[in-house]
């Protein structure tokens, strides 16, 4: 057989692949996901500096991390104390509605920047994100997302060289779910719908409040991709096989 009829039945199969592929590509487009969300905080990690680190709120919606060295001892947490005036992570869920690879608001994110003695902070805490999705999914689906925290020492008398950060770690931004035999993933885009913008600041004693977004999107199916590379070789022998014959 020639070289020639055997790429033109792998073409002939891959086309007739690629059809059921785009297909579904465009009935994903056309699905519409709608919920509720709604977010827990995880155990926190410590970074290597935080000798003593102090936190509470693992499990609820509202994360409080540092002493501020304003506490008292009643009621007390793992260090016999109760945090007061040190820095405050709070997540809100909201519904949402939205279209396959379409950015769409997930939540608000409150952030207050308090006192925080050095060696009591926390470098990473986990959002374990629960989205409630109301048919056709059918499903609750959790996703666990991680966000870096930044305290910055409190030198000096501007406000911005003192401000504190959070950043959405892109490492872990994106989680998969199945939905009718079909794979998708939720990405956490950022705190502005337009542009990519992973990191917010709190100026010292100031709260921060802003929206947080997402994306639910397709995975391609293998065939798409295999079939791409078929093309490639085909592409580069049929040049090769007129190269040599003209």
């Known amino acids: 057989m020639k070289l020639s009829s055997v790429f033109a039945t792998a073409i002939s199969s891959f086309f007739v692949s690629a059809t059921t592929v785009f297909g579904f590509s465009g009935q994903a487009h056309a699905l519409t996901f709608s919920g509720i969300s709604s977010g827990t905080w995880g155990e ?8 003593n680190p102090l936190y509470v709120g693992v499990g609820s919606n509202t994360f409080t991390w540092g002493d501020s060295n304003l506490c008292s001892p009643s009621p007390s947490t793992s260090s016999g104390c109760t945090i007061t005036n040190s820095n405050q992570l709070t997540f809100s869920g909201n519904s949402f509605s939205t279209d396959i690879n379409s950015v769409f608001k997930i939540g608000n994110l409150s952030y207050f920047n308090g006192t925080v003695l050095e060696g009591t902070s926390v470098e990473f805490v986990p959002l374990n994100l629960n989205l409630s ?6 499903t609750n689906q959790v996703f666990d997302f991680k966000l870096r925290l930044v305290n910055t020492p409190n030198e000096g008398t501007n406000p911005e060289n003192n401000a504190d950060f959070v950043f959405i770690d892109t490492n872990l931004s994106n989680r998969s779910f199945t939905f009718e035999g079909n794979k998708y993933t939720l990405e956490l885009t950022g705190f502005n719908p337009d542009v990519r913008q992973i990191s917010i600041k709190g100026l010292e004693g100031s709260t921060t409040t802003t929206a947080i977004y997402a994306k639910i999107n397709t995975i391609p199916e293998p065939a798409t991709v295999g079939g791409i590379f078929l093309v490639g070789i085909y592409l580069i022998s049929r040049k090769k096989f007129l190269e040599k014959k003209y």
Do not use: E, L
């Open 133 to 138: 999705f109301s048919p056709a999914v059918g």
């Open 44 to 51: 926190p990690t410590p970074g290597i500096i935080d000798t």
